[in-house]
């Protein structure tokens, strides 16, 4: 059994920083990815990579504000992000696939492990 451990959430002001990471246990990862789901909304995509930190892919909403990276000695993912927005506040998953995602890098269907979620807040 996987299990995803995610850190790094928090409260920040509007412009502030935050990092998450995700560290699966029991398994190397191929792609790794964030969703989120704010108040009142739909769980949405945020970024996916994969464990080479060769192909990214980001919302647009987040794209230039935030940023994937892997370590791959720590089979471990991280999310920079930057430059917050109080439309950024939502609980925001890690969720890890052993394969190589691809084109189905939006399609939560195919992540087969996901962490219990970490509260990012932004404030005006």
């Known amino acids: 059994q996987v299990e995803l451990v995610e850190s790094g959430g928090g409260s920040v002001q509007t412009g502030g920083s935050l990092t998450l990471s995700c560290a699966p246990s029991?398994?190397?990862?191929?792609?790794f990815a964030w969703f989120r789901q704010g108040p009142r909304k739909e769980r949405e995509f945020v970024a996916a990579?994969?464990?080479?930190?060769?192909?990214?892919y980001y919302a647009h909403s987040v794209a230039g504000r935030f940023t994937a990276s892997t370590d791959r000695d720590k089979n471990t993912a991280y999310l920079q992000m930057n430059s917050l927005k109080p439309e950024d506040t939502a609980v925001y998953f890690c969720?890890?696939?052993?394969?190589?995602?691809?084109?189905?890098?939006?399609?939560?269907?195919?992540?087969?492990?996901w962490g219990k979620g970490t509260l990012v807040t932004v404030s005006t």
């Open positions: 990579i994969d464990k080479s930190a060769v192909t990214k």
């Open positions: 029991g398994r190397v990862i191929e792609s």
């Open positions: 969720a890890a696939s052993q394969y190589f995602l691809g084109s189905y890098y939006l399609v939560p269907e195919r992540y087969s492990y």
